[in-house]
Structures are given as C-alpha cells and as structure tokens.
C-alpha cells in the first residue's frame, strides 16, 4: 500500500539532541512513527520526548531493530552520519541537512551504493506514508491516505501540491522529496520504478525544478517504463537566466537544465504539465478517468 | 562562488600549471607601466565574472604603452553583462599556434566527475557542444577510483596531435583534478589552452568556481571572494542566511523554500504581476531572518506590495509570525502586505497576527490574487478590472 516505509517502519533520529532533530523526533513520534532511538555521540543515556539516545548508531542497532535512519545533524559532520548509517547496514538512510559539499555528496553517493543501502537526500523534506509513518519534516496533517504517489525535489512546494491534493479527495500512497542538491542519493527514476510496482499507488505526480537533467531522464523513464499516470508540475519559469552555477555542466546535458525543456521532454512523454499546483488535482483525475 | 580570471590564473600558477606572465591594473595608467614592463605588445583584458567579454569588447590587443593606457581607458568605461569594470588585466601578446579547451566539472547524472577536452578551443563551448558535440571529449573520474593514467591518456591522445603535447596536458589535467578536488571546486575550465612559442602547452584564461557549500573548509578560498560579485541587496541577504537574487518586478517575495519561491514567482506572473525578487527563508529559520528579509525587501524603491508565503515543515509558522511582527516594531511598513501562512504551528503563527491586526490567507492562490491587485505591475496589467482568477494570456 506505500513504497519504502509502513507502519512497521523503526525509526533512529541521527542528531537527535538539536533544535531541529528534537523538535522532529517529537513531531514524528506524534504522527505515529515508530521512533525506537536517537543517537547523538557524547550524549548517550539521555532521552528525548521518551527516546533513548545512544552515542552511536551501532549502539542504537544493538538494542533495536532499525530499518530507516533520519539525519538531523549539521552540514560539516553529515557525511559521516551517512557514511555511519551505511556502515551499520540501515536500509533506508534519510538525510535532511541541507549544505553538504558537493563533491562529498558523489563519494557518498557511491558509498551508499556500493554497501546496498537507499539514501533519500541530502537537503530534503523526507518521505510520509499518511497515516503509517512520517520520516522527516513535512507537516503530517495535510496528508490523506490514499493511491496517489508524490515524487519532488523540492520541500514546500511538496506540501503546497500535497495540500491541494488532500483537499481534493485524493489521498497519497507515499510523499517523498528526492532533494534540491545536484547530486542526490535517489532520484526520480528511482522513485517512479518503485510506484509502477505498487500496488497501492494508480497515479503518480512528479514536481521538478530548473537545473540538471533529472526531469528529462524522468520524461524518458515515463515514456517507456510507467503505466500509470503521472502528472507533472516544473517551477522556475520566470528565474532568471545565468543565475545557474557550473556552465561547464551543461555540456554534459546538452542545453538541457531549463524550464522549457523539462515541459517539452514531458510533453513528449504524454506528461501533462500543471501552470500551477491547485490545477494538479483535475489533471490527475482526467488521467485517472475519475 | 566564481573568482576572476586572473585569482584562477594565479591558483594555476600556484600548482605549477604553465600560465603567461599578468599584472592586475586598477586604472589606465597601470596599463602603461605593465606595457612598458613587459617591453612588447600586451593583450588588456576586462575582469569581470561573466564570460562573453570578447564580443562585448573587453578584450583587446596593444602594440606599446601608449596604445595599452588608450585600450585601458575604453574598457575601464565598459559595463559587461551588468558589471562595471574596475579591475584590468594586462599580459604579453603571444602568437597562439593552436587552441584547445580543458576542464573539470561535476556530472550531476552520472554522478561523477568528468574531466571535457576538445581540440576545438578558445569559442563558447556551450555553443560547441550544440553544434559538434563530436568534437568535445569527456573522461568520468569515480571518486572511489584514481585518474587512471591509461584511461587519461587515451582521451588525450584522441585530441592533442603530438605526444609533446599530450605529456604537457597530462601533467596539467592530472594536477587541475588534484586542485579540484583540493580546493572544492564546482568548475575549472582553461580556455583556451594554448599552444605558444615553439610547442609550449600555457593556460591562457581561466574560470574557476567553488562550491559554496564547502567555502567553510578553504580559507584562502573564501579570502579570494570578491564583494562585487553580488548586489548590496544580494551580499546583505547572504550574511543574513537568506537566498536572494534581484528580479526586475515590484512585488516583494518573502518564501519558504526554493522550490516554492521559485512556484510562487512563477504563479504571481501568471496572475498578471511581476516579482521584484526570489528570496527564500531557509530551512530552520528564526524571527531574525524574517526581520532582515522585510529590511531588504523594502529598500527597493521598485517595490510596492509584499507577499509572504510559508508553508511550514522545518519552518515553524509561529516564527514566522514572531518574525514579522518584531521587523514591524522595527520597521515602517510603506507598502501593503499579504501574508499566507500554512504548515507546522499554523495555528498559533495565524493567531498571534490576527491578534495584531492582520489578514492573514490561507490559500495560495488567494492571496497571490490580493498582492497583484496591490501592486502597479498587477494593476497594470488588469486595466480597471478587478481581478478574479488567472489572467493568462
């Protein structure tokens, strides 16, 4: 009924002893995730909101199942957050911290990779199953649960389109924002093969941004793989031009990285692309034949 | 975070890279003394951060002191894309025998990094690759693996013609990799790459751009940073942790999120309204943020009606709220403005401004209406018509 997470999902809050991580670990614990430990090092023994902290993630594995890890710690010590979660075999890292340099992000990337585990992020909102688990920041009460996955790179405006969606009738299978960094430890090809297996999800909608290439190789992936239907919104049609960074990157996308194109590609794909969020809810419906 | 041509010339110099003799004037009489220094005909070349300089006559050739202080004085009277000249480079003219391109970025598909060679240097290399990308070479370097010398050499010798040419490249391909990575880097390009005198490889330009997010770590990175390279509003954003940049419009934005600043910009033009702004609060943010985001906002005299739109996650509306109601004690609000505010403590955020007094929307759509109605550009665009829905032409 959801990809990724259930309401058997155990969660550990990596940084949980911060502002942010503490305010969230509660805010989780209250949506109804299963939150079983936190791990900040040094502050072992503690507890927050009734989780215990552990000063690492392997003590924190020692005591319970853990299936999913959320990262609140800051940018200068969140790789090797990362790289600890994947260490400890965590199946499904999630890292919220926005900052990381990039170049780290691509060694790990492959660090991920290359020990089997997920990364969803860095500098994302997380992924929500309504109504079975929330691992991350998004509001949970503008959630339903529902059929209709939700695929963005973006946080907020993740929430604006799910807001429009609830208040719809259209419930959500899974939410999940990939992130707003250039590299990103899944993307939405990933996403989309995961919700054409799922049995609880008959529709799709995937929010891009300007920059990269992911929403045409999205476009592409639609085109040949996904039965279900997808609907697509892109925003950054009036950013300016040559505010983009890394000139040199466009030589390997080929002109590719503006509004424009990513409209087109998903044009090409038979994507309907919405003007703004509140117009997503009828698309969906049209292509549902609801 | 870009530097100009000469700052990457001098961190080429600094690894050893081949780079021809510079002198960094700041007025035409500068101009003089370094042709005089150099004893030859000097090449005069505007530094701003912006390529395009040649086409918009920035770049140009003097025969001796006199001609140098002349090319000088035009350029220095030159505004390129924007950017007053304030700083000209001066360097010895060199017969350029051939041209290639040379450089480093991070291949945000593959997830890698890639090192671009061609042997059709010294044009637009964007427009290369539009019009013969078989011309353009690339090598993906895996951070789990080293820049494998065979792997290296076999593009290489793909485009450099002699095995002089391709020793020298190597030497210099494998020591910008290492400078890179070193320096965290977003890009390094040479272009063009030069072949002057009898066969000698030189960089004879230089774009070098850092990763903002790893500024933190290289001190002589950040010390390289240059002011000018943002607005005044830009500059005050960033110290204030705010992602701002300058639109042309009047409707002042205050968003959460780039992703929905980036919708909001976007919704309000489909409305008929123009933006004056993308400015997005961050992440976690705290009342400060929103007091310096309303201060920056309201100096633009362009500005005449503000639209603040929060949809709360990691944001917490009664910050926000906070936020906004302690820029107020501090600052003359002149201008109209529509507050949406949705999302993690939504309910407390909206009563402490409705307790002050404010019309707080909770739809989107609504109160992008409310602030285009406000604003000239709004008002412009909607003749006497009151505005009801999208006007979309």
Redesign the interface.
Known sequence: MSILIDQNTQVVVQGITGRDGAFHAQQMKADGTKVVAGVTPKKGGQEVDGIPVHNSVREARAKSRIDAAVIFVPERFASSAIQEAADNDIPLIVCITEGIPVNDMVRNYHYVRERGVRLIGPNCPGLITPGACKIGIMPARIHSPGTVGVISRSGTLTYEVVHNLTRAGLGQSTCIGVGGDPIIGSDFVDMLALFEEDPGTSAVVLIGEIGGEDEERAAEYIREHVTKPVVAFVSGRTAPPGKRMGHAGAIISGGKGTSEAKVKAFGDAEVPVADKPDEIPDLLRERLGT | MNIYEYQGKELFGRYGIPVPDQRVVEDAEGARAAAQEFGKPVVVKAQVP??GRGKAGGVKVARDPEDAVRRAEEIFGLTI?GYPVRRVLITPAAEIKKEYYL????????????L?LSAAGGVD??EL??ER?EE?H?LSI???QELERSRLDKVLRQVFESESRVVQAREVAETLYRMF?EK?C??V?VNPYAVVDEDRLVALDS?V?F?D??V??HEDVAEMRNPEEWSDDERDAKDAGLAF?S?EGDIGCI??????A??T??????YGGN?AN?LDV???SSPDKVVNALRIIQRNPRVDSILVN??????RCDDIANGILMALEQIDLKVPMVVRL???N?EEGRRLLTDAGFEVAEE??VAVNKVVDFSGSGRAGAGQQASTG?R?S
């Open positions: 912006a390529g894309k450089g480093i970025t991070v291949d945000r598909a593959g997830k890698a990094f890639v671009i290399i964007e690759a539009e990308p353009i690339t895996y951070p789990q990575l965290d977003s890009l390009e774009k751009s990763d997010n790893a933190f770590r940049v639109m968003v959460n999120g780039a992703g929905l980036m919708a910009m976007d919704i309000i033009k489909l933006p993308f961050g992440g976690s929060i949809f709360g996650g990691i944001t949705i999302g993690t939504e989107l759509s999208p979309v």
